[in-house]
């Protein structure tokens, strides 16, 4: 977009319950309606967390005020370059209702899921497909779903301590070829699907 921030309309739909928006700078995001239940980035440059979803005002401090919340169901951020280093000095617990949460496409490098998401308590449903991590850890809320498709990781160990995933995608990852790590996967007690590449 160019001229003036098309964003800022945005003021005039106080009741917006989704956006979606592509290629839009990080300098054109501005305060989102509070009741807003869905929101999609995509092809677009995020550099923070904190400041796409808690864009300061011109003249505002950089602290967040205490009962900061949004009430997002949905958040899907992909091919917006973001790195490990975008969630400095965020919280999850920021988006208490948070129930799918979809980081595919960038490039978010080591281990996974994300410093803090267990604070999500919400959180159904997880996608870090195609980016560069290495390993999984352990979540401690009951995640539903999970898709780490097309990564780096080797050992599944953290993804079989996820006793409540249903449907799983390990499909383009080095871990594949390792036998005694897709069984303990397929041990899992509830689970429904697995994704894998045979």
């Given amino acids: 977009p160019r001229g003036p921030n098309p964003l800022l309309s945005l003021s005039l739909f106080p009741n917006l319950q989704t956006l979606h928006v592509q290629r839009v700078p990080p300098s054109f995001f501005v305060p989102l309606p509070p009741d807003l239940q869905l929101l999609k980035v995509e092809r677009s440059h995020v550099y923070s967390l904190r400041s796409l979803l808690f864009p300061p005002a011109p003249s505002a401090s950089t602290s967040l005020p205490r009962d900061a919340t949004l009430a997002l169901t949905h958040l899907k951020i992909s091919e917006s370059s973001l790195t490990a280093q975008c969630f400095d000095g965020w919280s999850w617990s920021l988006l208490p ?19 803090g998401v267990d604070s999500c308590s919400s959180l159904r449903s997880l996608s870090l497909r195609s980016n560069k ?3 999984v850890r352990r979540v401690r809320v009951a995640l539903g779903r999970l898709d780490v498709s097309r ?6 160990t953290g993804i079989s301590e996820c006793l409540s995933l249903r449907d799983v995608d ?13 069984v303990r996967l ?6 429904e699907r697995i994704w894998i590449t045979l």
């Avoid at 990564?151 to 599944?156: G, P, T």
């Fill in 97 to 115: 209702n948070l129930t799918v949460l979809d980081l595919s496409h960038n490039n978010l490098t080591g281990p996974a899921p994300l410093l």
């Fill in 170 to 182: 390990v499909t383009g990852n080095p871990g594949e070829r390792e036998g005694t790590d897709v």
């Fill in 151 to 156: 990564n780096d990781v080797e050992d599944f």
């Fill in 133 to 135: 991590i290495t390993s």
């Fill in 186 to 191: 397929c041990k899992l007690p509830v689970l």
